[in-house]
């Protein structure tokens, strides 16, 4: 999808594959969180957010830009990059194939340049239902490209983070992509420019490792995984009982490694208060 996202049948198309994929099928759906029934027409209202618990589900890229950005002011970028299959992995390429058709995506990352309340600026978002979010050569690469633009434009960063980490089934080619967005990401930093990194859930493995926690400032949403190995992984190495809500977004803000942890429902005028403090991205 390109151009201006504007219009009505790209939201409706963007809300179907939401629902399709995070939302099973019927009226109504369980809230992890709490185990409520919950219709997808409240959902719908709340940003899929609970309104029993506040669980936030999670949401798809186009989504994601679609309540963050003004309407009217999406222009994707680099929409055309795509993973290949370098090292000829097993089942990887039926693996791609099924998760494009699924997602409509052509990879795990979107990224634009928008505005938000007037204020101009580049965002990205991973979305973990291509792959869980995994980074693959072409996400590092789309990521990296959206860096530049960002800095060449001298406009503010956001970025949305949802990743299970690499892409295994690239090797060392996944791996190589924590550099390459850490190098972008300093040379971004070199002109001054803001970067907002948004942690959502899940943030981990090798993403967590790199740019997701680079950002001048790191917002989290509510319960949000954060981390580079899972819980369980931990715990059975350490062989010891891990904390109550360990490595979640309201533990990591506790211990110094968010800055705050901001509800959907919020996101969206904390960026724009963000943008305004820091007097980046004039008016479009």
Known sequence: MSGIFAGRRARLLAMKALRERYVPAGEAAACPGC?????????????????????????????????????????ELFPKITAQDPLSFPGYREKLEAARRKTGLNEAAVSAVGTIDGRRCVAGVL????LLGSMSAAVGEKLALTIEFARKSR?????????????????????????????????????????ISVLTDPTTGGVTASFASLGDI?????????????????????????????????????????????????????????????GKGGPG
Do not use: N, W
């Open 127 to 130: 979305d973990s239902r291509f």
């Open 218 to 278: 790191i917002l989290a949403e509510p319960g949000a995984l954060i981390g580079f190995a899972g819980p369980r992984v931990i715990q059975q190495t350490i062989g010891e009982t891990l904390p109550e809500g360990f490595q979640r977004a309201e533990f990591q803000m506790e211990h110094g490694f968010v800055d705050a942890v901001v509800p959907r429902d919020q996101m969206r005028e904390t960026l724009s208060r963000l943008l305004r403090l820091h």
């Open 35 to 75: 185990g409520q029934d919950i219709s997808r027409r409240d959902l719908g209202r709340t940003l899929f957010v609970c309104p029993q618990c506040g669980f936030h589900f999670p949401i798809g890229a186009y989504y994601r830009l679609s309540v963050t950005l003004d309407h009217g002011s999406f222009r």
């Open 155 to 195: 406009l503010p960063l956001i970025l949305f983070s949802a990743s299970g980490g690499a892409r295994m089934q690239e090797g060392i080619l996944s791996l190589m992509q924590m550099a390459k967005t850490s190098a972008a990401l300093a040379r971004f930093g070199q002109k001054g420019l803001p970067y």
